[in-house]
Nanobody, 122 residues
Framework: QVQLEESGGGLVQAGCSLRLSCTFQ????????MTWFRRAPGKERMHVAA???????YFADSVRGRFTISRDNAKNTAILQMNDLKPEDTAVYYC????????????????WGQGTQVTVSS
């Protein structure tokens, strides 16, 4: 059984940075692709970034160049580093895990965290 827990959200001003963590509880974290999604108020959940088991990374166009994603297999943690935050980044951020990176369709992911709120003020 896999459990995910996000942390690191908060309220920041535009231009600032936040670091989100996703802690994985279960076995063989190193075999999972870890993906971040976000849901802005009144909008559908959208893919943000992912890191596959082999450290290949994927980014939505809206965050490429500002966000980075990494994994620490020794700590069973995936990290989303968010720089130069904008008000449009305001959302609840969710961590998801699956055997393989399955792209931006959130219906294909088996394991989810509860989410962490990120609010960016202008």
């Amino acid at each position: 059984q896999v459990q995910l827990e996000e942390s690191g959200g908060g309220l920041v001003q535009a231009g600032c940075s936040l670091r989100l963590s996703c802690t994985f509880q279960g076995e063989k974290f190193y075999r999972y692709a870890m993906t971040w999604f976000r849901r802005a108020p009144g909008k559908e959940r959208m893919h943000v970034a992912a890191v596959a088991w082999d450290d290949v990374t994927y980014f939505a166009d809206s965050v490429r160049g500002r966000f980075t994603i990494s994994r620490d297999n020794a700590k069973n943690t995936a990290i989303l580093q968010m720089n130069d935050l904008k008000p449009e980044d305001t959302a609840v951020y969710y961590c998801a895990a699956d055997d393989n990176y399955t792209g931006p369709n959130d219906n294909l992911y088996h394991y989810w965290g509860q989410g962490t709120q990120v609010t960016v003020s202008s």
